[in-house]
């Protein structure tokens, strides 16, 4: 997501009502066509204002998030009442009410954020689930650089010992017979010499440490070049670019920003930042890992307005139970 700077969301009278989004499709005779793309509904969604017309599920959801792009706001597309989205878990659908309490834009974002969080995790873990662990990596294996991984490896014997506390069961790790992504100048990593005899404990576990973590990177980064890729909670894909990928995608949705009233002060100075969606945290941009995961939706679904996000770091955490910063301390 792109985090907002405190812009206040106008509020109007009367109590928010319970509208959601109702799962049956509505029968042939009585479908309307919907307001956007004339096409009958096939999702109806109960309105949180007084309008009589009709949304298919779809467009209401691109409808407030171009709202919210453009004033930093969810307003009904129709009358422009402020309208107020909540995810309930229990359910896996977004309900919809008046917003009558004031909200700044950033924690409107925040607090959607929030909600999902849940089940982008559990989303996660069934994804580990499905295609394994990675497996643990030699010591002498090249450290963790600008997200490039390190050379193949051969696959431990049974006997090896087996993950870090918290990893899923071990699992034949993806064999990338084409070799390691490259680098951003086509160089290709290669494995420095073993550590010199005498090498102290606490320097050979550092190293060790280090492994597990280019171990789950990638592991990350096979699955992401073989097409198994995650899902992000609007149902859409996630993928795996580069920081400066994601800063050119940023700059293009700073186009449609530069145009409001609300947003254009806020990047003019500097306030919008890419965050991870789990953590809470601005994403590194200076290639400290070189990669995160990003929805193909982009801000197509008021679920995640601004893009939804997630840090190699969280990743590889709620994948593999892999924590970088005790690994890496």
């Not at 999702?43 to 009589?52: A, E, I, R």
């Not at 009358?79 to 977004?94: F, G, I, K, N, T």
């Not at 890419?274 to 945290?281: G, K, Y």
Request: proline share 11%.
């Amino acid at each position: 997501q792109v985090a907002l700077a405190q812009v206040v969301v106008s509020s109007i009278g009367g109590q928010p009502s319970a509208a959601t989004m109702a799962e049956a499709a509505c029968p042939d005779d009585e479908a309307s066509p919907c307001a956007i793309c004339y096409e009958p509904c096939a999702q109806s969604v109960d309105l949180p204002c007084q309008c009589k017309v009709d949304y298919c599920a779809s467009c209401w959801d691109r409808a407030l998030a171009k709202s919210f792009n453009s004033c930093a706001q969810a307003r009904c597309p129709t009358c422009r009442a402020p309208v107020r989205v909540d995810y309930d878990d229990a359910s896996d659908r977004l309900t919809f009410g008046a917003q009558v309490e004031l909200e700044s834009a950033d924690g409107t974002r925040v607090r959607l954020a929030q909600q999902l969080r849940p089940r982008q995790i559990r989303i996660l873990a069934e994804f580990a689930a499905q295609h394994g662990a990675p497996l643990p990596l030699p010591a002498e294996d090249p450290p963790l650089a600008d997200g490039v991984a390190p050379r193949a490896a051969t696959p431990p014997a049974p006997a090896s010992p087996a993950p870090p506390t918290g990893t899923l069961p071990p699992a034949e790790m993806p064999s990338c017979a084409s070799g390691p992504p490259p680098s951003p100048t086509g160089a290709v990593a290669s494995a420095p010499p073993p550590p010199p005899t005498g090498t102290s404990p606490v320097t050979a576990q550092r190293e060790r440490s280090r492994a597990v973590v280019v171990a789950a990177v990638r592991h990350a980064t096979c699955l992401a070049q073989a097409g198994q890729l995650p899902r992000c909670v609007c149902g859409a894909a996630l993928e795996l670019i580069s920081v400066q990928e994601r800063a050119r995608r940023f700059m293009q949705q700073a186009e449609s920003w530069r145009t409001s009233q609300a947003l254009a002060p806020l990047l003019q100075r500097g306030a919008m930042k890419i965050v991870c969606d789990l953590c809470n945290q601005p994403m590194s941009m200076d290639g400290t890992m070189g990669k995160l995961w990003a929805c193909e939706r982009g801000d197509g679904t008021i679920k995640h307005a601004t893009s939804n996000d997630i840090c190699m770091a969280c990743f590889i955490y709620h994948a593999f139970g892999v924590d970088v910063q005790e690994q890496l301390e």
